[in-house]
């Protein structure tokens, strides 16, 4: 089953502008190396979060409930980010399994093999990747701008 999966996931489906040459470097047997990173990449993420939780403690005076606070807090921040990895992680497992391997998410463009070999759980290519994350700064609000704090107070001197 797995040589199947390799030979469909080696000839991506090919969109408009993607010729088949810039994915030729995804060989059934480099998929088949990058599924079973993906996989122990999986295995080892959901193993972590296993190992997160964590158990409350009723005793310690107030310093020592402080410390747990933050560290539950740490913790589940951690956990988020780990969750997102893994949905990645799995959507990119798919994506072998169903062809699509390679293939930015929104583009249908070959994402560069520089940027698989970094991250091979990436759904988007650079210049995609780019773009949100352009519009996710100007959506942001601006800051404070704490350079004119005093200003005024010497000017009425």
Same mark, same amino acid.
């Given at each position: ?15 408009? @502008? ?13 998929i088949?190396? &990058?599924?079973?990173?993906?996989v122990a990449?999986?295995?080892?993420? $959901? ?6 939780? &964590? ?22 921040? $951690? ?6 990895? $893994?949905?990645?992680?799995e959507?990119?497992?798919r994506?072998?399994? =169903?062809?699509? %391997? ?7 463009? !070959? ?12 759904? %988007?290519?650079?210049?995609?990747? =780019?773009?949100?994350e ?9 800051g $404070?701008?704490?350079?004119?704090? @005093?200003?005024?107070?010497? !000017?009425?001197?």
């Amino acid at each position: 089953m797995t040589k199947k999966v390799a030979k469909k996931a080696a000839k991506p489906k090919a969109a408009a @502008g993607n010729p088949a040459k810039d994915l030729a470097w995804l060989t059934p047997a480099k998929i088949k190396s &990058i599924r079973t990173e993906l996989v122990a990449l999986r295995d080892d993420i $959901l193993k972590t979060v296993r190992k997160q939780s &964590i158990h409350e403690v009723d005793n310690g005076d107030s310093v020592d409930q402080a410390s747990q606070s933050i560290e539950k807090e740490l913790m589940f921040e $951690l956990s988020d980010n780990e969750r997102t990895t $893994l949905d990645m992680v799995e959507a990119a497992i798919r994506k072998i399994d =169903n062809g699509t %391997y390679g293939l930015c998410e929104a583009t249908q463009k !070959a994402i560069t093999r520089a940027r698989l070999e970094a991250i091979p759980y990436a759904r %988007y290519s650079i210049a995609y990747q =780019n773009q949100l994350e352009q519009k996710v700064t100007e959506a942001a609000e601006p800051g $404070l701008d704490f350079s004119v704090i @005093g200003e005024t107070e010497r !000017a009425g001197e």
